[in-house]
Nanobody, 121 residues
Framework: QVQLVVSGGALVQPGGSLILSCAAS????????MAWYRQAPGQGRELVAR???????NYAASVKGRFTISGANAQNTGYLQMNSLKPEDTADYYC???????????????WGQGTQVTVSS
C-alpha cells in the first residue's frame, strides 16, 4: 500500500508564508502526478494546484502567482509553497498523488490526511 503524510499546516498572519509537504511511502514504482486540494468549512473540496511528472502545472485562479507546487523528489516528497497568504486561504489542505503501485499492479489515486491552515491576525 501507499501512504501520504502531510505536514506543515499552521496559524499564520495575513501576508505570511507556509510550506506544506507531502511525503509518499510504500509500494511506489513512480508518481505520475501530485496535487493539493483544500476544503474550507462548509464548502466542497477544491483543487489548488497540480503538477505532473513532466513538470506541467496548473493552479486555481485564486492562488496563481502566490502558491508554487513542486513535484515528488527522489524521496517521493512534494511541496506546496504558499506566499502572501490571505484569510480566504484558510482551509484544510490535502495531498493527492497518482501512484504506480507495485503491489496493486496499476496506477491509483491516494490521499493524505488534511493539514489545517489558518490565516488570521
Amino acid at each position: 500500500q501507499v501512504q501520504l503524510v502531510v505536514s506543515g499546516g499552521a496559524l499564520v498572519q495575513p501576508g505570511g508564508s507556509l510550506i506544506l509537504s507531502c511525503a509518499a511511502s510504500g509500494s511506489i514504482l513512480s508518481i505520475s502526478s501530485m496535487a493539493w486540494y483544500r476544503q474550507a468549512p462548509g464548502q466542497g473540496r477544491e483543487l489548488v494546484a497540480r503538477i505532473t511528472t513532466g513538470g506541467s502545472t496548473n493552479y486555481a485562479a485564486s492562488v496563481k502567482g502566490r502558491f508554487t507546487i513542486s513535484g515528488a523528489n527522489a524521496q517521493n516528497t512534494g511541496y506546496l509553497q504558499m506566499n502572501s497568504l490571505k484569510p480566504e486561504d484558510t482551509a484544510d489542505y490535502y495531498c493527492n498523488a497518482i501512484v504506480r503501485d507495485t503491489v496493486r499492479m496499476g496506477s491509483f489515486s491516494y490521499w493524505g490526511q488534511g493539514t489545517q491552515v489558518t490565516v488570521s491576525s
